[in-house]
């Protein structure tokens, strides 16, 4: 019985212990959540930084509080680091989490053929990090300014930003997760979390695949316990005190390596959309210090008590890749100053706005895709606007005999004064630059590369290279050819009476061919397409037109043509081509958008035959009047 009675009293003690333990605790996690009530540093940030000033303390703290909620948990399972999703399937008040984990509204399996689609990436900035709803980040700005594009199609824009992402995870992401969703259109916003992260973690195989159960166990403890945040809070606190950055990793000595690799990562994504018929623009997003603006009080504060973790002074590593990406990509921009001459407060961080600052940037990055969308998206170019002549007959400076060929590189203009036996280069404008001979036999194509010039020598049966300057570099034979294109690595040399486009090294040795027929005599390119065009009268095969893959080697479109076509040129996914005495417009599927009718000075028949489009700008060859006739293309 003693015993017995022992054994009872140990059991009370430890069930009385544990109740102590666990009012305790409650004591505790009730202390805390009045502590972080009143001591909340994301309230205490959008207070202090008036922001939204003028609204009410419950307004503020309810975005703090839907932004202490959000779940979200890292993983690296096969993967050479970390990457941050969001847990699918959370609606809180101010935020909402699709089935797919991203913001917003959710992106359908099926894409209707009516339907633009457009992704907005990036990481916390273009999540929108405390914007005040759903409709008030980057991409929602951006849906609601779509209506100002006259088209009809449906333009879709989606929320793709997820916090503390670089353009590791963002790339990843991307091909893993969302380019199944066919996207038209690829909007890049970031920079900052480039430069921030360290390096190292993306070089560094791991192994650590219990992080995503860490992690999730991390939000649990988050979402559910104020003490967990508070002892967060108390470290962070003490970090700073001691005059360090809680998980900031600014391994300054890798800057110029992040700026590379983003580039490298961004790069990889356009040459996926030139293969995938999407486009993407980049843009480098502005962050606290970037620009000559004048501060608020609070954003002088931030800046001085967080100096150590602002990448302002390794920013002009980024900037300097725009003019690399801009090349690479469909466009890019330096969008770091836009806030220099706004005079109220933009931020809460050192890179995150609110909703007048998101506002802005969305209005910015509109106003720089405005002019592609009206493009890409118009159904009607309305009209062209006539801007200048280069050239008449003769043989004096800016005059040609019976020119054949025309390309654009590099802003220039480069002319085949095929009976003046010379090769005359403009500048965009119209200015005569340079010009020298070339010795040929009746020269007709033009293709020219960063180093090179590439000249068909027509009935001499060879192409001849040059340097820029006009030194003789090599040349080799052919078969009979009017017109060739090149790259960096090979020359396109459309030979109609083998029925084939044939590729060529640099130095003439055969790497290939593409199938065509005789009935082809233009060639022409951009980025990864090659174009075949114009017919002639002693063929009787239908003419058409034929745009290839240079990097696959594969036939991807064809469409018929009238007998009256000659050169064509793509730009934008469109096919400009001349049919006669009119400028015809084809989506890359054959589909007529536009035509118009070009100015003739002589009565001789469809003296048109090539045509180059640089930036919007068309240059029209017309071979019988010796000119060169520059257009400017209006949308609506």
Not at 63 to 69: L, M, W
Not at 207 to 236: E, G, M, P
Not at 369 to 383: A, C, G, I, V
Not at 418 to 442: A, D, H, K, R, V
């Amino acid at each position: 019985m003693i015993q017995l009675s022992v054994q009872v009293s140990y059991k009370k003690q430890f069930l009385f212990g544990l109740v102590l333990v666990l009012v305790f605790l409650l004591i505790i996690e009730l202390i805390s959540q009045v502590y972080l009530s009143q001591n909340d540093s994301c309230y205490q940030n959008l207070e202090k930084s008036k922001i939204y000033d003028g609204k009410s303390e419950k307004f503020l703290k309810q975005i703090c509080k839907s932004y202490h909620s959000l779940l979200a948990y890292n993983t690296d399972q096969g993967l050479r680091f970390p990457i941050t999703y969001f847990e699918p399937n959370q609606y809180l008040e101010n935020i909402s989490i699709n089935n797919q984990g991203i913001r917003g509204k959710e992106i359908s399996n099926e894409k209707p053929d009516n339907v633009f689609r457009i992704f907005v990436v990036g990481g916390s900035t273009t999540f929108g990090n405390y914007a005040s709803s759903d409709s008030t980040t980057i991409p929602a700005n951006l849906q609601s300014m779509m209506k100002k594009i006259e088209t009809n199609k449906e333009i879709e824009v989606y929320n793709l930003g997820v916090f503390a992402r670089s353009s590791f995870e963002e790339v990843y992401d991307l091909k893993q997760n969302f380019l199944k969703y066919e996207p038209d259109l690829i909007l890049v916003y970031d920079g900052w979390n480039d430069l921030y992260e360290n390096f190292n973690q993306f070089e560094e195989d791991k192994t650590t695949s219990y992080i995503t159960n860490l992690s999730k166990f991390y939000n649990i403890l988050k979402r559910n316990y104020a003490t967990f945040l508070v002892i967060i809070d108390i470290i962070a606190s003490l970090q700073m005190q001691n005059g360090e950055s809680p998980g900031a990793v600014l391994d300054s000595e890798n800057m110029q390596i992040k700026a590379d690799a983003w580039v490298e990562n961004w790069n990889d994504v356009c040459q996926i959309g030139k293969q995938k018929n999407f486009d993407v623009i980049i843009f480098l997003q502005p962050i606290l210090g970037t620009g000559d603006r004048s501060l608020s009080e609070w954003e002088k504060y931030s800046l001085e008590t967080k100096r150590y973790t602002s990448v302002v002074p390794y920013y002009h590593y980024m900037q300097e890749k725009i003019p690399i990406l801009n090349e690479k990509c469909t466009a890019a921009y330096d969008i770091s100053e836009i806030f220099n001459s706004v005079n109220k407060p933009i931020y809460i961080t050192m890179g995150h706005t609110g909703d007048f600052g998101y506002k802005i940037v969305a209005d910015e990055i509109f106003n720089l895709t405005e002019y592609y969308l009206t493009k890409e998206l118009s159904n009607n170019y309305h009209q062209q606007i006539f801007l200048n002549s280069i050239g008449n007959i003769g043989n004096d400076e800016v005059e040609f005999n019976v020119p054949h060929g025309i390309d654009f590189f590099g802003n220039k203009l480069f002319v085949v004064d095929t009976n003046n036996n010379q090769i005359q280069i403009f500048s965009s404008e119209g200015i005569l630059l340079s010009q020298f001979p070339i010795n040929g036999n009746g020269a007709q194509g033009i293709a020219v590369t960063n180093e090179k010039i590439f000249v068909a020598d027509t009935y001499n049966y060879k192409i001849k290279s040059f340097d820029h300057n006009g030194n003789f570099l090599n040349e080799f034979g052919v078969s009979w050819t009017r017109d060739l294109e090149a790259d960096e690595e090979f020359v396109y040399v459309i030979e109609p009476h083998l029925g084939v486009i044939r590729i060529y090294n640099h130095n003439g040795e055969l790497a290939g061919e593409l199938q065509a027929h005789r009935n082809v005599h233009y060639l022409n390119s951009y980025d990864n397409k090659l174009i075949a065009s114009g017919p002639h009268p002693t063929v009787s095969i239908s003419p058409e037109i034929m745009i290839f893959d240079k990097e696959k080697r594969t036939l991807d479109y064809r469409f018929p043509t009238s007998d009256n076509a000659n050169g064509a040129a793509i730009f934008q996914n469109h096919v400009f081509l001349i049919d006669g005495d009119k400028i015809q417009i084809f989506d890359l599927k054959g589909n007529l958008l536009s035509e118009y009718n070009l100015e003739k000075n002589s009565e001789e028949s469809y003296p048109f035959t090539q045509i180059e489009v640089n930036n919007g700008i068309l240059y029209v060859l017309n071979t019988h009047n010796n000119n060169i006739q520059i257009l400017e293309m209006i949308y609506e």
